[in-house]
């Protein structure tokens, strides 16, 4: 039986397909990977490992143009309506999780700054907020794999607690910040790594979000609890 042309076009295109979600993946498992080994040399506060987070960060990047770029190769095919999504989908997602892999680097970064001082106890709730962190990420990739929307939309749930528990440390290290002057120095590294950790759940919540798009196109997202009361006056 002869294969015709189209079904050439069709298994050329899919295997270019299921290559960019592979690419992805693995971008998402290399920032994932850095995040972990962030909060881990903040622990030990061992430099020397923070440097070759730093320099890690370079593979994520050339990973996201290696998407881009076959995202583009995709588009050219013509594709329809639903591959348009994934397309669409992918670039986010990609951008996303080279953001996560900057912020992973950016609490690598700090760690060592944060080595100049004496330990502090509230690193302890950075952890804290970091492993959750974590788990949004992972999560998140693994709805992405399966193309489960539910999956993804349990994960955006969990930006509230992310929240809470970030709002929480924010205003700890702010009455530290308070109390004892020589805290200032330390405590303001904290509150940036802090920060880096709520952006990384904030860009776990956007990949959540493509995931719903890929598998619903422009379907109402269901509500969400927003809880980050940094910004409240009390």
């Known amino acids: 039986m002869n294969t015709q042309p189209h079904d050439h076009i069709v298994k050329s295109y899919d295997e270019e397909r299921q290559r960019l979600i592979g690419e992805i993946l693995r971008m998402g ?25 730093i320099g890690n960060d370079e593979a994520i990047d050339t990973l996201e143009q290696e998407v881009s770029h076959d995202v583009m190769k995709l588009a050219l095919r013509g594709p329809m309506a639903r591959d348009l999504r994934e397309i669409l989908a992918a670039l986010r997602i990609a951008s996303d999780i080279e953001r996560i892999g900057d912020y992973a680097a950016n609490v690598a970064k700090r760690s060592t700054a944060l080595n100049a001082s004496p330990p502090l106890p509230h690193t302890r709730g950075l952890n804290a ?45 702010l009455t530290y910040m308070m109390e004892d002057a020589r805290a200032i120095t330390p ?41 980050d009361e940094t910004n409240v006056a009390t």
């Open 129 to 173: 907020l970091g492993q959750l962190v974590v788990r949004q990420v992972r999560d998140v990739l693994a709805a992405f794999a399966a193309n489960d929307a539910d999956a993804a939309q349990r994960v955006r749930a969990q930006d509230a607690e992310v929240d809470t528990l970030y709002t929480g440390l924010f205003r700890e290290l």
């Open 187 to 227: 405590c303001t590294h904290l509150l940036f790594m802090a920060k880096n950790l709520e952006r990384i759940g904030d860009h776990a919540t956007n990949i959540a979000e493509n995931v719903w798009f890929l598998v619903h196109g422009d379907d109402a997202l269901p509500p969400r609890d927003k809880r």
């Open 29 to 53: 498992e290399m920032s994932a990977a850095q995040l972990e080994a962030a909060l881990d040399v903040v622990e030990r506060r061992d430099d020397k490992a923070a440097a070759r987070i």
